[in-house]
Each structure stands twice: as structure tokens, then as C-alpha cells.
């Protein structure tokens, strides 16, 4: 049974950084896809950014491009998300789930495809 843990989540100041964590376990096949997604209260969860395990390609929500940068480490199963420059409408509850192993690539962060979510860690972007 796939498992996929977050942890990192914080409250930080606007302007300050955050470094997620996505553990997997459970997964069998040799490569998959991790997709980050965020659902703020009262707002649709979204896609932020996915990544490929086979050839560490990546994908990324148009508003945090330049300032996320997804990545991998395939011996620990963990998928890191790296948040710098953080805003207030940052501001939600990050999960992250697991995905065929060429679906960033094919289809980026739509939802349709992802599994196996994560519990989610709050991320507070506040002064």
C-alpha cells in the first residue's frame, strides 16, 4: 500500500522560506511521478509543482515558477519542495500525492491522475 508522508510546514513571514518533504513508501515500481498540490480555505486544491522520478523533469504553477524549485532523491523515495520568497497567498494546506511515472511530464499538475494524497502540512505565510 502506497504511503506518502508530508512534513515542513510552518508559519513563516512573507519573504521567508520553507523546505517541504514528501516520504514515500509502498511503491514498487522503479520510478513514479510526485505532484505537490495547496488548498487554501474555502478554495479549490490546486496544483503547485510535479516532478518525474525517471528523469527528474519538472512542472510548475505559473505563480510560484522562480521562486519553488521541486526535486528528488530517489535512494530515500523523498521529494523535496524548496519555497523561498514566500507570499501571503501562499497560504494553505500542502499535500502531495503520487502519480504514473510519465504523467508530469504528459499532463503537469492536474489533479485527474494523482493518488494516494498525503495528510497535508500547513504552511502560515504571515507578519
Known amino acids: 500500500q502506497v504511503q506518502l508522508v508530508e512534513s515542513g510546514g510552518g508559519l513563516v513571514q512573507p519573504g521567508g522560506s520553507l523546505r517541504l518533504s514528501c516520504a514515500a513508501s509502498?511503491?514498487?515500481?522503479?520510478?513514479?511521478?510526485i505532484g505537490w498540490f495547496r488548498q487554501a480555505p474555502g478554495k479549490e486544491r490546486e496544483g503547485v509543482s510535479c516532478i518525474s522520478t525517471s528523469d527528474g523533469s519538472t512542472y510548475y504553477k505559473d505563480s510560484v515558477k522562480g521562486r519553488f524549485t521541486i526535486s528528488r532523491d530517489n535512494a530515500k523515495n523523498t521529494v523535496w519542495l524548496q519555497m523561498d520568497m514566500l507570499k501571503p497567498e501562499d497560504t494553505a494546506v500542502y499535500y502531495c500525492?503520487?502519480?504514473?511515472?510519465?504523467?508530469?511530464?504528459?499532463?503537469?499538475?492536474?489533479?485527474?491522475?494523482?493518488?494516494?494524497w498525503g495528510q497535508g502540512t500547513q504552511v502560515t505565510v504571515s507578519s
Open positions: 500525492a503520487t502519480a504514473r511515472p510519465w504523467h508530469c511530464s504528459k499532463y503537469g499538475i492536474a489533479l485527474s491522475g494523482y493518488y494516494s
Open positions: 509502498g511503491i514498487t515500481t522503479d520510478y513514479y511521478a
